[in-house]
């Protein structure tokens, strides 16, 4: 079974800034994309970012200019840097691999880490 590992969630206040980690079992993101999404209270998990194997990169739009996505394909991990925050943010993150337009690949989610935004 695939575990996912995500971390670097918190508070923060509008405007800063958070780094979020997913370490991944086994080589799982060099065969696959890898994806985080993000679910806010109420509302549906959401596609957030995505980056290939090959490194090209997909955001969804209330994000672009503000998140950038990286892996370490060696270390299995996966980053999201997360700057100029909203507190439409507020949501809990969560990692996958994925493949297409953003499809999770496996139906075990982590335990995903909390970001809040707010002041």
């Known amino acids: 079974q695939v575990l996912f590992v995500e971390s670097g969630g918190g508070l923060v206040q509008p405007g800063g800034s958070l780094r979020l980690s997913c370490a991944a079992s086994?080589?799982?993101?060099?065969?696959?994309?890898m994806a985080w999404y993000r679910q806010a209270p109420g509302k549906q998990r959401e596609l957030v970012a995505a980056?290939?194997?090959?490194?090209?990169?997909h955001y969804t739009d209330s994000v672009k200019g503000r998140f950038t996505i990286s892996r370490d394909n060696a270390k299995n991990t996966g980053y999201l840097q997360m700057n100029s925050l909203k507190p439409e943010d507020t949501a809990v993150y969560y990692c996958?691999?994925?493949?297409?337009?953003?499809?999770?690949?496996?139906?075990?989610w982590g335990q995903g880490t909390q970001v809040t935004v707010s002041s």
């Open positions: 086994g080589s799982i993101f060099s065969r696959y994309s």
């Open positions: 980056i290939t194997s090959g490194g090209n990169t």
């Open positions: 996958n691999a994925a493949i297409g337009d953003g499809t999770p690949v496996f139906g075990s």
